[in-house]
C-alpha cells in the first residue's frame, strides 16, 4: 500500500476490479476471486454481491458482463444471501469487511451484526475495530469505537446484537448480517427475518440499498437451520456463496508437497485428492491466492476423520453423528434415471398415514434376482383424507403395485367409519401387507439395503423423490440425548416411516435365529 493512499468516502469503487483494489490497499488483503472447485464461488464473489447490492456492478457501462453469475443486475435477483464456508473460511472476516464497505461508501447506512452466540457477534465486530484502527482509516470514525458500536463520519453506523429475542426485535436496519447460523435459537431467527428496510441512500447507479439479510455459517449437521437456507438457494430465495478449503489455499509450490509428476498427478502431497494441482495451476496463472497455507491445511487434515474434514472443510455434505441412517449416501443412492426394463419388474409401494402431518406414498420397483429396490415416485400430501390417497394410488397411472406396505397400527378401527385404512385400501383393491416388527429392527433392514456388510447396495432413490431424499439425510437422533434410540418426530420421519413399511414387508423370509441350549 502507497503511503499517500488516502479513503475518499465520496469516491467509491464502481467496478468489481476497483473494489478488489480498494480492499487490497485500504484493508491490507488479497481476497481470492477465481473458486478452484467446480460450482463454487470465491471469498470476494460474496464481498461484491453484499457492496454492489446484488447487483453485479456500480458501473454496468464499463462492465456489462462481469459479477457473480456473468451479468449485470438490477433488482431482478436475491439480495439475500447465504455463504456456506469452511472452517477457518474467512467468513466472520469477510463479514466485517462487507460491514467496513457498507458504512464507508454508503452514508447513513445502519448495518447490525448477529451471531450464534454474543461471542461470535465480539468476533465479527472485533475485526471490524481492527480495520477501523489502521491508519487511513481511523480519522472516519465518529468518536471511540465501543465494545458493541462503530459510527463513522459518514452517519454509518453498525452494532452487535446479543442472541435474544428482545435484542433483535424492534430493530429497524438496512443490513442483518448473521454469523454461524447454525448456532441459532429457532425464534430469534424468525423474528431477524423481519428487521430490514430499503433505503434511498446514495449508490453511484441511484438505485439506492436494499433491506438484506446475509447468512454465515460452516453446516456440520443435517437437520440444522443452515440445511434449510442451503435448500432455499436451491429454490431461487437466497444467493448461496460456497467455498472450502482448496477454494482458499495460499501459494503452493513443491517446497511444500509434490503434486504432479512427469505431467501426472502422482506426488505426495495429502490434498492431492481434493487439489489435484488446481492451486499450484492458479499460481502459475497469476491470479490471487487464498489465505490458508498448505502446509496448515495438511496439518488440519491429519488431525481429523474423514466425515469432519468433509463435512467442515470440504463442505461436501454435513456430518451424520446423530443421523438414524448415517449409510445414505446421496452420491451413492440417488439416481437420475431407472434401469432398463423395469416395466417387466414387480412394483411395490409404502405408505405411512397422516393428517395434519403428512401422508407419504412411494412407488418402488424391484429388481429381480437380488431383489435390489428402486423407489422411483413419491406423494407426500397434508390435510388430505384416506380416501383421496386412495382414489390417487388407483387412479394416478401409475404401475399397478403388487403390494402397499403399511403401519400395523393402520389394522385399527376408525370410531367414525368403523373401518380401519388397511381395510379402506383392500376395499379399492389394494393388496396391503403391515408385518409387525420394532422400529429399531426396521431402521437395520433399511440400513442393511442401503451398506450391506457384503456386496453392493440394494435400495436407491430416483432424484425426483425430494422429500424421501431430504428426510433420508435428516432423520436424526435428538442431539441433546445421545443414548435415546427412539428418533426425533419433526416431520422427518413420515417419509422414512413409509419406506421402512415398504422394505420390512418386501423381507418376507426374514432370518430366523435359533439356540443350541
Not at 14 to 37: K, N, P, Q, S
Not at 317 to 336: G, K, M, N, S, Y
Not at 367 to 379: C, H, S, Y
Not at 445 to 469: D, Q, S, T
Request: proline share 6%.
Amino acid at each position: 500500500m502507497s503511503a499517500a493512499f488516502e479513503v475518499d468516502p465520496k469516491a467509491p469503487p464502481r467496478t468489481r476490479d476497483e473494489l478488489h483494489a480498494f480492499v487490497r490497499c485500504a484493508f491490507g488483503v488479497t481476497l481470492a476471486r477465481e473458486a478452484l472447485i467446480g460450482g463454487h464461488q470465491a471469498p470476494f464473489d460474496y464481498v461484491a454481491h453484499a457492496y454492489f447490492e446484488g447487483r453485479g456492478s456500480f458501473a454496468p457501462e464499463l462492465e456489462p458482463a462481469t459479477g457473480f453469475d456473468g451479468a449485470y443486475q438490477r433488482d431482478d435477483g436475491p439480495i439475500d444471501c447465504v455463504v456456506w464456508a469452511n472452517r477457518g473460511g474467512g467468513k466472520t472476516f469477510l463479514g466485517a469487511v462487507a460491514t467496513a464497505l457498507d458504512l464507508i461508501f454508503k452514508p447513513g447506512i445502519e448495518v447490525r451484526v448477529l451471531g450464534g452466540s454474543l461471542e461470535q457477534s465480539r468476533r465479527m465486530h472485533e475485526h471490524l475495530r481492527a480495520l477501523f484502527e489502521r491508519e487511513h482509516l481511523a480519522p472516519l470514525v465518529d468518536g471511540r469505537i465501543t465494545e458493541k458500536r462503530v459510527r463513522l463520519t459518514t452517519g454509518g453506523r453498525a452494532e452487535i446484537l446479543a442472541q435474544s429475542q428482545a435484542s433483535v426485535r424492534g430493530t429497524r436496519v438496512q443490513k442483518l448480517r448473521c454469523d454461524e447460523v447454525e448456532l441459532f435459537d429457532p425464534l430469534v431467527w424468525e423474528a431477524a427475518q423481519l428487521v430490514t428496510r430499503s433505503s434511498a441512500i446514495p449508490t453511484p447507479d441511484a438505485l439506492g440499498v436494499r433491506g438484506s439479510v446475509e447468512c454465515l455459517s460452516t453446516m456440520h449437521i443435517p437437520h440444522g437451520l443452515m440445511f434449510d437456507l442451503v435448500k432455499t438457494c436451491a429454490e431461487g430465495q437466497r444467493r448461496l456463496f460456497k467455498w472450502g478449503v482448496v477454494d482458499v489455499l495460499g501459494a503452493c509450490d513443491d517446497r511444500v508437497r509434490a503434486c504432479k509428476g512427469d505431467g501426472d498427478l502422482q506426488g505426495d502431497c495429502p490434498l492431492l485428492g481434493e487439489c489435484a494441482g488446481r492451486a499450484k495451476a492458479r499460481d502459475g496463472a497469476g491470479a490471487p491466492a487464498g489465505h490458508v497455507s498448505v502446509r496448515d491445511a495438511i496439518d488440519m487434515k491429519a488431525r481429523v476423520g474423514l466425515p469432519v474434514w468433509e463435512a467442515e472443510m470440504l463442505c461436501l455434505r454435513p456430518t451424520r453423528t446423530h443421523a438414524v441412517l448415517p449409510e445414505f449416501d446421496p452420491r451413492v443412492h440417488v439416481i437420475d434415471s431407472l434401469p432398463p426394463g423395469r416395466e417387466q419388474w414387480a412394483w411395490i409401494g409404502g405408505m405411512d398415514f397422516g393428517y395434519r402431518g403428512a401422508t407419504v406414498v412411494l412407488w418402488a420397483c424391484v429388481r429381480p434376482g437380488d431383489g435390489a429396490i428402486f423407489v422411483a415416485f413419491e406423494r407426500v400430501e397434508t390435510e388430505v383424507v384416506l380416501g383421496e390417497h386412495v382414489a390417487a394410488i388407483v387412479e394416478c397411472g401409475m404401475p399397478t403395485l403388487a403390494w402397499i406396505g403399511v403401519d400395523p397400527a393402520g389394522r385399527q378401527r376408525n370410531d367414525q367409519t368403523g373401518l380401519s385404512p388397511v381395510q379402506v385400501l383392500s376395499r379399492a383393491g389394494l393388496r396391503v401387507r403391515s408385518r409387525k416388527i420394532g422400529l429399531h429392527e426396521g431402521i437395520q433392514l433399511v440400513r442393511g439395503r442401503l451398506k450391506p456388510a457384503a456386496g453392493e447396495p440394494r435400495l436407491f432413490v430416483h432424484r425426483r423423490c425430494a422429500r424421501l431424499i431430504e428426510c433420508l439425510e435428516r432423520y436424526h437422533y435428538p442431539a441433546d440425548r445421545p443414548h435415546e434410540l427412539k428418533p426425533e418426530k419433526d416431520g422427518h420421519d413420515h417419509a422414512v416411516d413409509a419406506l421402512r413399511y415398504m422394505v420390512q414387508n418386501a423381507e418376507t423370509q426374514a432370518a430366523r435365529v435359533g439356540s443350541y441350549l
